[in-house]
Each structure stands twice: as C-alpha cells, then as structure tokens.
C-alpha cells in the first residue's frame, strides 16, 4: 500500500471519556467534539449507546447526536461522527427520532425538525476472546454475533455505515493470549456482515512489533483485505507508536487515537488511554504521510481538555509542542 493519506478516528468523546469516574458535564462533551472538529480530523467517535447502568458516562450520548445534527460543527472538511450500538435497543438511538424516540430528543427533534435524521455511522464491538466478551457484552462471542446480526442489517436498510471493533487481539487479561486465527474469524464474520471497516483493538496495550506483525500477517494471509483494517491500540505500556509503526509497513491506513491519550475501557482491567492523537499526528507526519490533521490545533485541545477534566495530558508531543 503505497497511498501516502492515513486516516485518522478520534476515539477520544467516547474511548476517553467513558472510563472516566467523575461524569464529564454534556457541555464539556460538546465543546470537545466541536473543537476536535476544527482540526482536520475527518472520523470523531461521539459516544455510544450502550446500557447506562453498564457505563454512566455514555448515558447523555442521545443528547449529544441530537446537538450534533441540530447545530452541525462547523468543520474545514466533512466529518463523520460514528456512535458505539452494541444491540437493537442502542441502534434505535441511533435512528432518525420519530416516534419511538427518548421524550427529550423528540421534543427537540420536533422543534428543530431534524426527525428525518439520524447518525450516520455506528460501530458493532466483538471480541476475540470469550472472557472479555462476557465482561463486555455479557454474552459469548456466538450470541454477540446472533446479537449483531440484525443491527447490521437494520442500520444497512436505514443508509447506516457500519464499522466492527475486535477487542482483545493480541493477549485478554481473563483468557490469555488470544490466536491470531481467531482474531480473522471474528475479523472476517464482521465484514462478511456488511461493517465496511474493521478495527483491531489492543484493547489493554499489551502488543509489541513483533505480535502485531504476526496478527497483520495472519490477516493478510487469510485475505483479509488491508484497506479494510484499522489499528486500535492502548497505550498502557507505551508501545503504542511502534505497534502502529508496524501496522503502517504492513499497508494499515487508518487509525484509531484519542486527544491527550484519553482513556480505558471500564471491562479491561488495567487499560488505560489509546494513542495519543498528537503523538500520533506527529509521528506519521515525521515519516512523511499526510493526515490532514493540524497538529498545534489538536495539541490546543489536548491541553485544554485534560485540564477541563483535571486529568494529565498523555500525549509527549502536545506539552512539548506547545511549550516551544
Ligand atoms: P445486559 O445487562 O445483558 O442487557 O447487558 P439486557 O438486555 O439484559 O438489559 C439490561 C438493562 O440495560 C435493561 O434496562 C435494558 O433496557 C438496558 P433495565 O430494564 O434493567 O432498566 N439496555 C440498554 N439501555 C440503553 N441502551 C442500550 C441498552 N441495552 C440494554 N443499548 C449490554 C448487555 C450489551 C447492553 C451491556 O453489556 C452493555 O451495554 N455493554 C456495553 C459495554 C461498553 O460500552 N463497553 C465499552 C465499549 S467497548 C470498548 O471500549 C473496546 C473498544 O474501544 C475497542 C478496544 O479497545 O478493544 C471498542
Ligand atoms: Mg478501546
């Protein structure tokens, strides 16, 4: 893959925030995904509707589509903005709000006349392995996919674009190591099922080059299409850039990172954030691939949400960058 355009999706509104403990104000959510959206960044996942009582955080997240198609940011390019379904009950959320829709979004919907619209993009999240699909979805793999089938299909009838997330593609704190060949077939049943793109997550950070270039190759070798796959690597251990060194040289062209490294998945024991966007802006920049992103902007954000959160800021690249 000789294409020089890497892809980039924030995951940091739904990745970095719903790890957080103390619930970040709807506001503050909005502001970030407004100003993210100044960037260049053309993929800022939004949030997801999943069960409240499972992740708080996320529990405002219909507000947030709601603002979204209301008052579009204003953006230098178009940008898409996905949210996380993992069941019927979420893609409902997710679908243009008519009739069957939460009181407060209809209502709005009515006044705004945004009922014809919904999201346009939502993301399905397996597993590869079994004890992090119990933990997650609190069901096996197999009725995670009996789950999903008809997600996939009423989104694709509504105009919906579907991505597939695979958690735990290198190693999974409750079932060990995780083989490659099931990372393709979970892989492959996503596509099959219609998600136009499919990222691996390194869901705990635990991947180095030379397990992520055995998982790619794995891929590869099994005919899984490269312009298909996006990484989505945890920081934990600080192998984050060099696992996506590896993915790049295998053909990888999009992938996944949060502002200010943001985040952890609240059913991963000791996760913590994804990549940082700044780092990771940088980094391909360094290496001569094109982003779109501007990398000061999103540093900008970085630093004022960390601090809006009064978190530290996990990106290297952003402090240094913005202390010159
Ligand atoms: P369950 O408890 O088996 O579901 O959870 P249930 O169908 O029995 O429903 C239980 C309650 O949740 C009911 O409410 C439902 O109405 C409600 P009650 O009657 O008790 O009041 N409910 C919902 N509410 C709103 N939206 C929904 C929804 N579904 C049910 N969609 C379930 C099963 C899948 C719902 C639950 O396990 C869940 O929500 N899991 C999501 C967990 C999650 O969000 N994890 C983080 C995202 S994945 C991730 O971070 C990894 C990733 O970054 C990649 C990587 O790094 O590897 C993507
Ligand atoms: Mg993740």
Request: hydrophobic residues 40%.
């Amino acid at each position: 893959n000789n294409n020089d355009f890497v892809k980039i999706v924030e995951v940091g509104p739904r990745d970095g925030l719903q790890n957080e403990k103390a619930i970040v104000p709807l506001q503050t959510k909005i502001k970030l995904i407004e100003r993210l959206s100044t960037t260049g960044l053309r993929v800022i996942e939004a949030g997801s509707f999943v069960a409240p009582k499972w992740v708080p955080q996320m529990a405002d997240s219909t507000s947030i589509l709601a603002h979204l198609l209301r008052n579009p940011p204003p953006a230098p390019q178009p940008v898409t903005y996905p949210f996380l379904v993992p069941n019927l009950k979420g893609l409902e959320s997710a679908l243009p709000h008519n009739s069957n829709s939460g009181a407060a979004v209809a209502e709005e919907a009515e006044v705004k006349g945004v009922e014809s619209k919904g999201a346009s993009e939502i993301s399905i999240f397996a597993s590869a392995s079994e004890g992090f699909s119990l933990k997650n979805l609190n069901c096996s793999i197999a009725t995670s996919f009996d789950r999903f089938a008809p997600v996939v299909a009423k989104a694709l009838q509504n105009g919906i674009k579907v991505r597939g997330y695979v958690s735990m593609v290198i190693s999974c704190p409750y079932s060990g190591d995780t083989p490659p060949e099931k990372v393709v077939e979970v892989t492959k049943r996503l596509l099959d099922m219609g998600c136009y793109e499919v990222s691996l997550g390194d869901t705990t950070g635990v991947g180095n080059p030379y397990t992520v270039d055995v998982l790619m190759k794995a891929l590869i070798e099994a005919g899984v299409p490269v312009e298909k796959l996006a990484c989505h690597f945890h920081d934990t251990y600080g192998q984050a850039i060099v696992n996506c060194m590896v993915g790049l040289a295998n053909g990888v062209r999009v992938f996944d990172s949060s502002v200010a490294g943001l985040g952890g998945c609240p059913y991963a024991k000791g996760a913590t954030g994804n990549v940082a966007t700044e780092d990771l802006v940088y980094f391909l920049h360094s290496v001569g691939m094109k982003t779109g992103v501007d990398l000061e902007k999103v540093s900008e954000v970085g630093a004022w949400i960390s601090d809006a959160i009064g978190r530290k800021n996990n990106s290297k690249v952003g402090p240094a960058l913005l202390a010159r």
